[in-house]
């Protein structure tokens, strides 16, 4: 059975958030897009995953529209997968603003992994992109997930800008008091092909401008630094220092950007097929691969697509994907807003569309039906192994000269 060859699993959680994140799929000209607001139960859960928790190896809870630590069942759901395998990793990825302080001490204590997206120092940096979140909340929530915590890993990301590199170095130093291990410092998603990203306020009213780090900050940028080794904390410091990352002026505005239109406002419906001719750098692109990568069918070992060690992506509004980025994809194109321009996008759409979109739904199944069903596997992970994937994921995950990373469309 295909269900026997599941290890890990990135489940979306909750669509809820407390933050307005400039590129987030949550937002659209900085309001809040057409999607559904929920989160599950932990009964959900236990349905979902009859017959599959006790072989899962590891659990991610992130999500592309929710923060998981809105959800009110957080701590029983973690508990119950770690009654169904104790051995199970679990990691949750969150802007530390929300939640209850007793749930982040209860999941430190638990063994559960964190990762803490905070994206500045201080109340008025970490507002500049984690719009909303409340740094003192952040600090408090920290101290208490580490104050009993027993998670070998633990972790703080900073999105690095220009606008908030002065805080970079007061955020590794309160990492170190606070006993977080590793401090990751992560370039920004999201410019393509702009200057700058416009920023709006949780009520849609645009505030400033965010703008990528000049090039002296490259070599500090996605590295995972840890901080429990005196000699690499201590290193990073005197590096980041002689970069000096001093700013004259918070932030810039300029005039207000108008609100992004889309020429044929339209919404994926599961069952309309589009044309699709590809541009000619993803064409060429697509025949100078020699080979396909799939971090899904190969968790351990993404290159080797012979070998079945399957990770699934569930969306919050319960289908089945690969990956959050194929789950993504499909997410923006059911908004009311998708302009049927991202021709990559379009071809992935049909390849779902043939197959019967309502087939990867565990609304009403588990998901263990579901991929012993063998519907995942013919839309996606036997075109990978025929050298025949949809132009998604040939742009997305495929690449023969090793120069791209995971997650990098062309």
Not at 182 to 208: L, S
Not at 356 to 361: C, G, L, P, T
Request: charged content about 25%.
């Amino acid at each position: 059975m295909k269900s026997d060859n599941l290890i890990a699993i990135d489940l979306e959680i909750a669509s809820t958030c407390n933050a307005a994140c400039p590129v987030c799929i949550r937002r659209q000209s900085g309001e809040v897009a057409d999607f559904q607001q929920q989160m599950r139960t932990l009964e959900d859960v236990k349905r979902i995953f009859d017959g599959v928790a006790k072989q899962i190896q590891h659990i991610q809870l992130c999500g592309n529209y929710g923060d998981p630590m809105t959800c009110a069942e957080i701590l029983p759901i973690c508990q119950w997968f770690k009654e169904q395998n104790p051995f199970m990793s679990i990691r949750i990825a969150t802007n530390g603003g929300i939640g209850k302080p007793d749930h982040y001490r209860q999941l430190g204590k638990l063994g559960v992994e964190m990762v803490f997206g905070v994206d500045g120092a201080s109340n008025e940096i970490l507002d500049l992109h984690r719009v909303n979140v409340n740094y003192d909340r952040v600090v408090r929530n920290m101290k208490e997930y580490m104050s009993e915590c027993t998670s070998i890993h633990h972790e703080w990301q900073y999105i690095l800008f220009d606008e908030n590199k002065c805080d970079v170095i007061d955020a590794v130093k309160k990492a170190k008091e606070l006993g977080i291990k590793i401090f990751y410092i992560r370039h920004p998603n999201g410019f393509a092909d702009q200057e700058a990203i416009p920023v709006y306020n949780f009520g849609g009213k645009f505030t400033h401008w965010l703008t990528p780090v000049t090039d002296e900050w490259q070599p500090w940028l996605d590295q995972h630094w840890d901080l429990t080794k005196e000699h690499t904390f201590t290193n990073l410091l005197n590096a980041l220092e002689k970069v000096e990352p001093i700013y004259k002026e918070k932030c810039y505005t300029a005039d207000v950007p108008s609100k992004y239109t889309p020429d044929e406002p339209m919404s994926y419906d599961g069952m309309t097929l589009f044309d699709v001719e590809l541009e000619p750098h993803m064409v060429d692109h697509i025949s100078s691969m020699t080979h396909q990568e799939c971090y899904s069918l190969n968790f351990h070992n993404n290159k080797d697509i012979q070998t079945e060690m399957l990770s699934i992506f569930i969306s919050h509004d319960n289908y089945v994907y690969p990956c959050c980025m194929i789950g993504s994809a499909v997410s923006r194109a059911k908004q009311n807003d998708y302009d049927g321009h991202q021709q990559h996008i379009n071809d992935l759409l049909n390849v779902i569309t043939v197959n019967e979109y309502e087939k990867f739904s565990v609304a009403e199944r588990s998901l263990k039906d579901v991929l012993d069903s063998g519907i995942v596997h013919e839309t996606y992970y036997k075109q990978l192994q025929q050298d025949n994937a949809n132009a998604y994921c040939k742009l997305t995950c495929g690449k023969c000269d090793g120069s791209r990373s995971q997650y990098q469309v062309v």
